[in-house]
């Protein structure tokens, strides 16, 4: 699934600037440091929106395009932030085979906010996630880390109520 950029205005403050400033210093010169660099950037910032992949690119001289070829490769990096309601349905196989593929469906098309995005008034997250280790309750999906389980397209409306 491909990544997308977000539609949430960026917010970053000049601590968190400072901050990624010390990471990129610290790790100057050094060989491989880009992964690291990332990580500890969404560390600061919660997701590695495109305002701090630019700093990034300008204080390490590599390309916003080889930055951003590996945010959008790697799952652990974010490329939106979560919402006030992080909604992440397990894609897993046995979620799939018992239609998580529908259930995340219904779901962004009854918020209206695209499968790894978060809305731009910054209330809803949807992402597709791997397995989670609740097989036995497939197909599952979590909003805030509450899991909810065994589902059906049915269920969506009425979690989705708790969360309006």
Known sequence: MKKKLTTVEFHGTPEQEAKLLAVIEEHAGEKG?????LQKAQDIYGYLPLEVQEIIAAKTGV???EIFGIVSFYAQFKLNPDGQYAIAVCL???????GSGD???AIS???GVAIGSTSPDGK???????????????PVLTVNGEVYGKLTVDDVDSILAKYK
Do not use: D
Not at 92 to 98: E, L, P
């Open 92 to 98: 897993g196989t046995a979620c799939y085979v018992k």
């Open 63 to 65: 390309s916003l395009e």
């Open 109 to 111: 098309e009854k918020l």
């Open 124 to 138: 809803y997250s949807i992402e597709a996630t791997r397995c989670i280790g609740a097989c036995g309750l497939a």
């Open 33 to 37: 440091a880009m992964m690291p660099i």
């Open 103 to 105: 259930i995340i469906n």
